[in-house]
């Protein structure tokens, strides 16, 4: 008989939600195995880079900050003006393109990984709440009993300790707005002074707080925009936590002395260990779920148990739909290779952007409403205003010159020197000979230099007499 597959019949409500629609709340077991411990060194990686990168700086700038407030904005110690929009805009672009195509390929690996969402709540606040309230079954326990000192006093000693955290998540994230150096100062002085600054991260930790505490999973599967676009984003080329169904149907309990593939059961052996390990509710048996973020804590379960019963490990793995289906291995059709091409190469167009830009910026334009000027020796003259940005940290002398024509540049003022992270407008004169004026709208080209240096080539025009 052919194995069953159980991608044919499906639910059609969340696995977090009863029939009458209230909400199931979920007891995941502490996952263990090797995937899971790969994931303990990403989450806290990066959970140490979400506290130190703030107290990182480059060139006595921040290493990322991004104000928006005032407009300013650091990545890796270099600043951004409105000037690099541009910048921003391929960026997000890129990142949205790099989304689409990344989930057709890899699945949500991200949400399972890397999300904020995802290792907060399982590296901080359910490792809390195994060692305070103990393993799923002392939790519910705990949960059913009506309130007692024990139950007192874990409940409060947990929330306490989840407070405190998400007010100290909401402070790292504010570090990136403000930088370090300002909060800390905040963080010194009396509360009055700062009252309104204190009441937003009071509430944003709050916010925070009723996320980890009552949300959870139901983030992920109803609230995140990405998690809803996984629906229409993975195919069955896609690679995704997937259950064997054609290796582990019919699925049965494991009995002593059997021969199963004589009585034609499969390897799973409906322990149901892939679901009480689930953050998230699933049975991973039933096909690609909206609620599954890959977080790979079944195939670790289901790895351990396929050892134990001696059989080979892989029944639920990274694949395809279609590779199970077709009994093939996983490998790289063209479109995930085409795919992968795409991605390199929009990273590698972000990243010459980027390095392609320039600390200066110079903004040249003709005094409106202005013609020519006659000098008293005989030569021409023109009015232009400048603007010149600069975007670094520390001052740059410029100065201009005319590039494809014999002239002069006459700065009115004091000689340029552009401040470090400010703007420096005036108004200079492009003055050239009468040998020169071959017509009455000549092309120039005022170069922007910085010592010998060539900064930017600014083509404009030149007005003469008829």
Not at 36 to 60: E, H, M, Q
Not at 148 to 158: I, R, T, V
Request: aromatic share 12%.
């Amino acid at each position: 008989m052919a194995p069953k597959n159980p991608y044919t019949g499906y639910r059609d409500q969340l696995a977090t939600l009863s029939e009458s629609g209230n909400r199931r709340w979920v007891y995941a077991q502490k996952p263990k195995g090797k995937l899971y411990n790969y994931r303990n060194l990403v989450s806290y990686t990066l959970l140490f880079l979400l506290f130190a990168i703030p107290f990182v700086k480059l060139n006595g700038e921040p290493f990322l900050l991004l104000n928006i407030l005032e407009r300013k904005f650091i990545l890796f110690g270099v600043q951004f003006w409105p000037q690099d929009f541009h910048l921003f805009l391929y960026s997000m672009i890129t990142l949205f393109v790099f989304v689409v195509l990344f989930t057709v390929s890899y699945g949500r690996i991200w949400c399972g990984w890397t999300c904020p969402q995802t290792v907060f709540l399982e590296f901080i606040f359910r490792r809390i709440e195994y060692l305070i309230e103990g393993n799923p079954s002392q939790q519910r326990k705990l949960n059913s009993q009506s309130m007692n000192f024990e139950k007192f006093w874990k409940k409060s000693l947990k929330l306490i300790l989840f407070y405190t955290i998400c007010f100290l998540i909401t402070n790292a994230f504010l570090s990136y707005i403000i930088g370090i150096d300002q909060l800390l100062e905040i963080m010194k002085a009396p509360i009055s002074e700062h009252s309104v600054g204190f009441t937003v991260s009071v509430l944003f930790s709050v916010v925070m707080f009723f996320v980890f505490t009552k949300l959870r999973e139901q983030v992920c599967s109803m609230i995140c925009p990405y998690g809803r676009l996984q629906g229409v984003l993975l195919d069955s080329n896609s690679i995704v936590v997937a259950y064997d169904y054609k290796r582990g149907e019919e699925r049965a309990p494991l009995e002593a002395g059997e021969d199963r593939k004589e009585d034609g059961k499969g390897d799973c052996i409906d322990c149901y260990q892939c679901v009480n390990v689930c953050p998230t509710g699933i049975d991973v048996r039933d096909g690609t779920q909206l609620e599954c973020i890959n977080c790979t804590a079944c195939i670790d379960e289901c790895n351990s148990v396929m050892e134990w019963v001696g059989k080979p490990k892989g029944l639920i793995r990274f694949d395809s739909e279609k590779n199970i289906a077709e009994g093939k291995k996983q490998k790289w059709p063209a479109r995930k290779i085409a795919y992968t091409v795409v991605l390199c190469i929009l990273l590698g167009i972000v990243a010459a952007l980027f390095a392609s830009r320039s600390d200066l910026e110079a903004i040249i334009l003709r005094a409106p409403g202005l013609m020519y000027q006659d000098q008293d020796n005989g030569k021409i003259s023109n009015m232009y205003n400048f603007k010149v940005v600069n975007k670094t940290s520390v001052d740059i002398p410029i100065h201009f010159k005319i590039m494809n024509h014999e002239g002069d540049i006459l700065i009115i003022g004091k000689e340029m020197n552009a401040v470090a992270s400010s703007i420096k407008e005036g108004v200079f004169f492009a003055i050239l000979p009468p040998k020169e004026i071959t017509s009455d709208n000549i092309p120039i080209t005022i170069g922007v230099y910085s010592g010998e240096r060539l900064i930017e080539e600014v083509k404009l025009t030149f007005v003469g007499p008829n």
